[in-house]
Structures are given as structure tokens and as C-alpha cells.
């Protein structure tokens, strides 16, 4: 190399989302009262999500949810293992608000599947994973404070 040149460099920077090792998700990340916000692929397109946290047992680390849009009320409940910063959420109960085309939507064909990650900043985390069911795709949420 000579003296005087040097590569162009480009800052390194930390996508939404990617977990850090610097950065620790807290075992309680899903703690009752705190609500996510974010959105979910149904058919290709965005649809906004609130996701509440009802219930949370730290020592089993089953969590009970209520995932609403503007025409669903999904109750989901799962297992957050700590260690792989992993939750995966089953369906045990939906309602449609309003007329729906969800019809289609069963306890045995739909599960949330995602993990949780610090953002760059430390004070917010992002869930974010696949909606196994027929047309849907990605979701990705964010925790807002209690």
C-alpha cells in the first residue's frame, strides 16, 4: 500500500432488527403491560398490529398475548426461550371485529415464529419473524414503554 492512499471506508452500522452481542435482550423482554406496534404481510400487503402482553411467567417463560388489527383479535400463547431470544406464538382463539376474509385462518394452520433483538440504541426491542399461514409473510414489531 502506498503512503498516502487508504481504501474508503464505510461505517459499519447495525440494521433494525440484527441482534448485537453487546447488547442483552432481558429475560422479562415480554413483561404484562408493555404493547408492541408494528405491522404483519396479509396477501402482500402491510397491515398495522398492536400485540399486548395479557399474561407472563418468567420461570416456564410462557406468554399469553392479544394480537389485534382493524378486523381480528387473535389470543396467542408461546414460550419465549430466553437464551435463543426465540418466540414462537400459537392461535387458541380469534374474533373478527369486522367482516372479514380471515375465514380461512385455524388454530392448527397459523403461528407467529420470530426473535427478539436490542436496537442500537438499548433502550427499544424489535420482534420480528414469519406469520405461518396461508397468504401471510413477515411481521415485525416494536416494543413501546408501559
Given at each position: 500500500?502506498?503512503?498516502?492512499?487508504?481504501?474508503?471506508?464505510?461505517?459499519?452500522?447495525?440494521?433494525?432488527?440484527?441482534?448485537?452481542?453487546?447488547?442483552?435482550?432481558?429475560?422479562?423482554?415480554?413483561?404484562?403491560?408493555?404493547?408492541?406496534?408494528?405491522?404483519?404481510?396479509?396477501?402482500?400487503?402491510?397491515?398495522?398490529?398492536?400485540?399486548?402482553?395479557?399474561?407472563?411467567?418468567?420461570?416456564?417463560?410462557?406468554?399469553?398475548?392479544?394480537?389485534?388489527?382493524?378486523?381480528?383479535?387473535?389470543?396467542?400463547?408461546?414460550?419465549?426461550?430466553?437464551?435463543?431470544?426465540?418466540?414462537?406464538?400459537?392461535?387458541?382463539?380469534?374474533?373478527?371485529?369486522?367482516?372479514?376474509?380471515?375465514?380461512?385462518?385455524?388454530?392448527?394452520?397459523?403461528?407467529?415464529?420470530?426473535?427478539?433483538?436490542?436496537?442500537?440504541?438499548?433502550?427499544?426491542?424489535?420482534?420480528?419473524?414469519?406469520?405461518?399461514?396461508?397468504?401471510y409473510g413477515q411481521f415485525g414489531l416494536q416494543r413501546l414503554g408501559r
Amino acid at each position: 500500500m502506498k503512503l498516502g492512499s487508504k481504501r474508503t471506508e464505510k461505517p459499519t452500522a447495525t440494521l433494525q432488527g440484527t441482534p448485537s452481542p453487546s447488547i442483552h435482550v432481558p429475560d422479562d423482554v415480554f413483561a404484562p403491560d408493555f404493547i408492541w406496534r408494528g405491522s404483519y404481510e396479509y396477501k402482500s400487503q402491510k397491515q398495522p398490529m398492536t400485540l399486548t402482553i395479557t399474561s407472563f411467567n418468567s420461570s416456564t417463560g410462557i406468554v399469553n398475548v392479544t394480537l389485534s388489527d382493524s378486523n381480528m383479535e387473535f389470543l396467542l400463547s408461546g414460550v419465549y426461550k430466553n437464551r435463543e431470544a426465540r418466540l414462537m406464538l400459537l392461535l387458541y382463539h380469534m374474533k373478527a371485529l369486522a367482516h372479514s376474509t380471515y375465514s380461512r385462518v385455524t388454530e392448527e394452520t397459523w403461528a407467529m415464529d420470530g426473535f427478539v433483538s436490542a436496537e442500537p440504541d438499548g433502550g427499544s426491542y424489535v420482534f420480528q419473524g414469519f406469520i405461518q399461514g396461508k397468504d401471510y409473510g413477515q411481521f415485525g414489531l416494536q416494543r413501546l414503554g408501559r
